[in-house]
């Protein structure tokens, strides 16, 4: 099977092998990539919730997809949902303690992740390619 060595590819071929390696630890616990991710907007947050549409954003996603994967960490007790007070037609999302206790594990594993993805590297050359990528990234939206 040929290398193929583009940039594209290079960079679809390290996010799978992350993806692979996420979903593998965050087995046990029953969750998925885009699970955590919500868990982690909202645990990144001083109260610990946002409005379901400010997850939609983040995640770049539609709102049926965002509220489908809100409601199965409702289901598995992850987060609570609840309208706001002050303007009911919107929907709020907090995580709970359980859903708190996940993003430790998860961002455990993501800083594990990430020091073995970077290991073959020095001090500067890790400094350049995240430079490099944010720059990449930047320029992307």
Do not use: W
């Amino acid at each position: 099977m040929p290398k193929i060595d583009s940039c594209g590819a290079l960079i679809k071929q390290l996010h799978d092998t992350l993806e692979k390696n996420a979903n593998n630890a965050m087995r046990p616990q029953g969750l998925t990539m885009a699970q955590i991710g919500v868990l982690l907007a909202l645990y990144d947050t001083p109260e610990h919730q946002r409005p379901l549409k400010e997850i939609e954003k983040i995640l770049r996603v539609a709102q049926s997809t965002a509220a489908g994967i809100v409601s199965r960490l409702e289901q598995k007790g992850f987060t609570t949902g609840y309208t706001d007070k002050k303007d009911r037609r919107i929907k709020m999302v907090k995580i709970t303690e359980s859903g708190i206790g996940c993003c430790k594990e998860a961002k455990k594993n993501m800083a594990q992740a990430e020091a073995s993805l970077l290991s073959g590297l020095t001090e500067e050359e890790k400094k350049t390619l995240i430079g490099l990528l944010i720059k990449v990234r930047d320029s992307q939206q």
